[in-house]
């Protein structure tokens, strides 16, 4: 089993950058990944890191502007997130899986354990 709990949700204003963090504790994992997901609409990628290499991989909305890191002294991810925008208002998740080969580190169904979700709202 994997636990993870999002934090650091909240409201900002356009414009304005947000810092999330996603507490890991359980079995050692391979990948860590935030997904949002806004009202009515499905539940998307955003980024996702290779907790051992440190490969990085973003959606293409939010590359650029949002930073995914690790602390691994800490088991806690992090998705640093800079000038937001309204249209990145949504609820978002950290998700992790254990095996490497699990899946596609884009798509929902390759997660086994998620987070309960952390809001943010982006002001105009």
């Known amino acids: 089993q994997v636990q993870l709990v999002e934090s650091g949700g909240g409201l900002v204003q356009a414009g304005g950058s947000l810092r999330l963090s996603c507490a890991v504790s359980g079995r050692t994992f391979s990948t860590m990944g935030w997904f949002r997901q806004a009202p009515g609409k499905e539940r998307e990628f955003v980024a996702a890191i290779r907790w051992s290499s440190e490969n990085t991989y973003y959606a293409d909305s939010v590359k650029g502007r949002f930073t995914i890191s690790r602390d691994n002294a800490k088991n806690t991810g992090h998705l640093q997130m800079n000038t937001l925008k309204p249209e990145n208002t949504a609820v978002y998740y950290c998700?992790?899986?254990?095996?490497?080969?699990?899946?596609?580190?884009?798509?929902?169904?390759?997660?086994?354990?998620w987070g309960q979700g952390t809001q943010v709202t982006v002001s105009s």
């Open positions: 998700a992790a899986f254990i095996p490497y080969y699990s899946g596609s580190l884009y798509r929902t169904a390759t997660y086994d354990y």
